[in-house]
């Protein structure tokens, strides 16, 4: 395995539509593995290949519930009128975070490692997570659903501030 460089917005790659992946080979094994390690490695829970310059409709997500999310070729549809409204950020816009409204539920279908269709529902974190790394197969950033400004985040700064009370 081995961390890939991720794009950062204004590289033009992140505003393509991706093509469908066709077939599974050990390249593409690889390519999970490293968009796995690379987003650990990032502090993210999610991770598309467009991200790692591959225009190809595959993303990966672990928002740290016990399970890893392999989605190829994915489709990704709200259920239901109910929204949840947060900060988000992304791993291509470092640094920033931004208000963002998106569908509290979604319906997720896509292929697995093995090409294997699977669906499933979701809500809250994960259905954020969803619909956001399937933004970025279409070539769109949160940023441009962001509700007022980006605004500057540093994380260590905020681990201080939530845990200054326990010291």
Known sequence: MALRTIREIGDPILEKECKPLKAVSDRTIDLINDMFETMYAANGVGLAAPQVGILRQLFVIDIGDGQRYICINPTVTPIGDETQTGDEGCLSVPGKQGVVTRA?????????????????????????????????????????????????????????EEFEDFE
């Open 104 to 160: 509290m539920k979604v319906h997720v279908e896509a292929l697995d490692a093995n090409m294997q269709p699977y669906a499933f529902d979701c809500e809250g974190l994960l259905a954020r997570a969803m619909a956001h790394e399937n933004d970025h197969l279409h070539g769109i950033l949160y940023t441009s659903k962001v509700e007022g400004e980006l605004e500057d985040v540093n994380y260590e700064s905020l681990d201080e």
